[in-house]
């Protein structure tokens, strides 16, 4: 039993790096105000990823949060309203999985200040099934009671009632400590009775009227009293605390420094040497620690426990009467006088209203996509006298409801509640062996690490493996539109499931870091970590710049190539075949880094194939299901690596890494064309290291440019520009000039390269006199030359995986092979290519005509 952690995120930590990796079954969070978007920031992502059913529960009256801000609740969440006379005020964190449970009762609201900002108090009981403190058989009775004496909806009272029977199974045995609740009978008349010797206490607020601390006194009997106030922050009525205290024989007034408010609730004392004390949510107000939930107090939960030396903050002493006249109380604002305290949708589609009571009138639903203003819309009424009420929608398409009072003119709302999805916020199921990375590994770890380098290469080959299992040939899977409703819920599902694979280091790397927020990595390792990018500055740019980088050994560079071209094999499926694309993803980030690091030298070319596979690997099919935010994300990667294949190679060149770029070029341009620099950022790389294969920005933007453009020809015509070659197109003609000396060869190259694109190829190759005409539709080519080259016609028919270069060039001569006529002169076009001529609409004596006139 503990007193003092950050918050119940510190749990959710502890519970995330267990290197048993646990799964978590049930996460119960209760306060009295609850910041849902903080929460699903923080909390939700990491206790969905251990695969918790999360239920969530606040005062109806209260919540720290915009509708629009809200995402996940309802859909990934339980998400509930509670509503007694008093305020619904336990603060609780429980944490229930296979074997143990963890349980933080305190005074932090599930808010950023609540878990962050503020002071807390919180007791912290953990306990095995076998072994578990007695204090949780007492929780589990409150939990079971709760929804008897406090209105919550149904559901709400059904998970409550769960996690009790879930808690009541584990055997506990005897504790010190107790469980005190308010649910029948007042927190102090549950305390023992003085005397005491010393009495402390404090909380951030004091009842105005002084009756819980006069109480209190008379109970114990303290010799001493030593009250903590935060002079400005506490509130107050000094009068009245003078008033409540005029019994005690010594009294200190303790001031506690003000640097951050202390909203811990504290009432201990000393008996002898023996420190007690009561923890828990109830501030020193009549309403917490008198009155009964059943009698319109708030609901209050707390623990008593033995405690070793006390608790009460350090702070500077003073007499009493120094609050005499001061007073800062604030004005208590009234609870709605609407109220909804939940909504379901059922397994028959239908809509359940829960009101937190009957009113006396019929008030109306509203239901909103998502709270905005403008866009609600009214599905009916609850009627008089009932507290829920079922509507028929068969398209629903509200994630948050509401009441309204129709008596009011201007309209009188309750505070809005979010829709609940009850299969889509259920446990997520998973086996014990389910496949995911056995570390938490973040890009740093792998690359400076050379021990967790060499487990994060088998981890992955293992879990590649472990995970081909699941590879099927079964057609994409459909998701009705109640699945998607949300895009943003989706998104968050498919991060959790990322997480739960390969850690949240790595998703936050391969994502932008919009898995859960506030994870403190290292600097980003790679060969430019230190550097600001130079705008001007690209792979191709001169030699890399000395640094005092430290460059990989030739051992481990041997290790890192050897890996690449496995993870590679294992990661991108074959035909027919589906495998997670996180994965490939990931091994091409790591690829791209590698590729930076110099891992391959200059005249090594052996990276290129391996990452010419994963870049076409890395275009997303149906079977992939990933939603839109993570596309973009995998477009980014996708594009950064086309460009490192581009890089040393032409796209209508003919060596095999002109080829492979060319191809790969094909499948995944229009995904280039959508990559946005901004998610591509660390990627680009200046070239820092010896033999470092990097993307640049210059590149970078040179590769969009090339993707934006819809004219292949231009593409062409921009390549051969950077041989000295013009490329034009004459009515119908490519007519291609420049500094050459055979036009054979480059008259079949142009038309190689345009027959890609271009049903009907006619070039026409020009220099010095000398000429060659192409006429290509595969399978036919014609080919015309001047007196000095190959004069008269030749057609010749191709087979499938011939080419104009590959037929007319690489001998000496005119080639014989798969010729059909020729030599014809010129004056006598041969039917063949008569046929191409008017295929590709031009006129025979016209084209002799225009071929004549650049030489005999």
Known sequence: MTWEFSSPLTLLGEWRDRTDEAELHELLLLGFTVDLPFLEKTAIPTARALGARITVIGDAGQGLYDPVDVRMAGRSYFHGLAACRGSFHPKLALLIGAHEAVAAIGSGNPTMAGWGYNDELWTVLRGHETDAPEPFRELSRWLAA???????????????????????DFQTVPHPARVLHNLETGLLDQLPAGPVDELHLYAPFIGRDGRALARIVKRLAPTRVVLGVQERWSSYDGDAVLRSLVDAADTELRLLAEQRPRHGKLLEWRTGDRWTALTGSANLTGAALLDAVAGGGNCELGVLAPVP?????????????HLKGRRTVRPVEGRPGLLVIGALLTGAGLLQVTLAHSYDVDVAVEVSPDGSPGSWTRIGTVSAGRTAQEFAVPEFAGAVVRIVDPRVDGRTESPPVFVVHPARCARRQTDENRPRLRHGYTEEEIFTDEELARRFRYDLLRLSDQLAGHRTVQPARTTSPSQTSAVHDRYASYLEDCERTIGRPLTLKLFGGTATPGLTLGPRWGPAADDVLDEDLDASDGAPEDTDQEEMPPDRKREWRQWTARAVEQTVPREGESGPLMLRVLVARLFVQLLGHGVWRFDDDSWRAPLARLTEGLVP???????????QHVTAVTAVCMGLLLSEASLTGGAPHD???????????????EAETDIAEDLLIPPRLAHAH??????????????????PVALIAAELADEQLTLESDHGIYLVTGKFSNPVPVAARVAALLGRHLENVLVHAVTDGRWTFVAWQRPHLAVAGSRAMWPGWRVYRVPPSGTPESRLTGGEGPPRAGLVAGPV?????????????????VDPTDLLRRLLDHGP
Do not use: C, F, N
Request: aromatic share 4%.
């Open 825 to 841: 002169p010129l004056g006598r076009t041969p039917p063949g290519a008569l046929e191409l001529l008017e295929r590709a609409g």
């Open 309 to 321: 030396s006390p608790l009460m903050p350090k702070g500077t002493a003073t007499a009493v009467m």
């Open 621 to 631: 099919r149906a079977q992939d299901e990933i939603p839109d935010e993570a596309v």
């Open 694 to 711: 990097v993307l640049g920005r210059s590149g970078w933007e040179r590769l969009l440019d090339l993707a934006h453009s819809d004219d």
């Open 659 to 673: 080829l492979l770029a060319a191809r790969t070029w094909e499948a995944v341009k229009e995904r280039v064309a």
């Open 146 to 168: 709760l929804s008897d004496q406090v209105p919550v909806p149904q559901y709400a009272a059904e998970l409550l009632k769960e996690t009790a029977a879930r808690l009541a």
